[in-house]
């Protein structure tokens, strides 16, 4: 004797009594796709949430990195800073200041990898001109005066009117004193002069060629040439402006 079929199908779900009838479908699709629904609703708010708080997370990185480079700078400051904020702007922009302050010390070595690292990263950063002429100012200290004054000379063939123009005039006069050049050194000196009348880049070129008068029949040192073309430290980034006091 064989045993009874099992009942397989269960009774159709009924809708309550006081649900209005238009709304018995929806109350259907609810009852067999809610737990899809809220599933899907869930991620949805997961999701919100988390690219929330990844750019919160970045903002906020992005404002400590901002407010480290307004410190003054140190070579072991900007290295942490570069390294901590990688990816931001404060870490791009403290990767020029790390090179710029490599120059300073008198590491051009380093100074040149940094501007040259920075370089095939950021190349359409926009003070990326800034790398450009601070690996100029690198090779002159390296004794490389003449693939630095082609690139002062580049510079300046392709960015007429740019703000960095007197920067490597500046260079470019370094290197060619160096090299025994002292007349065409003055001379272009005397055109920054006059092209920047009554402006620091005019007091710069002076004290420049005071310098060269000091060297007579000898070639100055390049350490103290560029530290004469970078007195105005000219290859940083704009200093953040401080918002006024409010007025009582």
Not at 40 to 64: H, T
Not at 190 to 201: H, I, K
Request: net charge positive.
């Amino acid at each position: 004797m064989s045993d009874p079929l099992k009942k397989t199908d269960e009774a159709p779900a009924q809708a309550p009594a006081a649900l209005p009838e238009d709304l018995i479908p929806v109350w259907l699709w609810l009852r067999e796709n809610g737990a899809q629904w809220l599933m899907a609703i869930a991620v949805g708010v997961l999701l919100a949430v988390g690219i929330s708080f990844f750019l919160r997370n970045r903002e906020e990185r992005a404002a400590r990195g901002s407010a480290q480079l307004l410190t003054p700078p140190s070579t072991d400051a900007l290295e942490k800073t570069a390294q901590e904020f990688s990816g931001t702007p404060a870490g791009t922009a403290a990767q020029l200041k790390l090179a710029k302050a490599y120059c300073d010390a008198g590491q051009y070595e380093k100074a040149l990898a940094e501007y040259d690292t920075f370089l095939r990263k950021h190349a359409s950063f926009p003070f990326a001109d800034i790398a450009r002429v601070g690996r100029g100012v690198a090779l002159g200290g390296l004794s490389r005066s003449d693939e630095a004054v082609a690139i002062f000379r580049s510079f300046r063939g392709q960015n007429p009117g740019h703000y960095l123009v007197p920067q490597t005039m500046l260079g470019e006069a370094a290197c060619l004193a160096q090299q025994g050049k002292k007349d065409a050194a003055k001379a272009l000196l005397q055109e920054l002069r006059a092209a920047n009348r009554e402006t620091p880049w005019e007091s710069a070129a002076k004290r420049m060629e005071d310098a060269l008068d000091r060297y007579q029949g000898t070639r100055p040192g390049m350490r103290s040439l560029l530290e004469q073309a970078n007195a105005l430290a000219p290859m940083t980034l704009p200093a953040a402006k401080t918002a006024p006091a409010p007025t009582k």
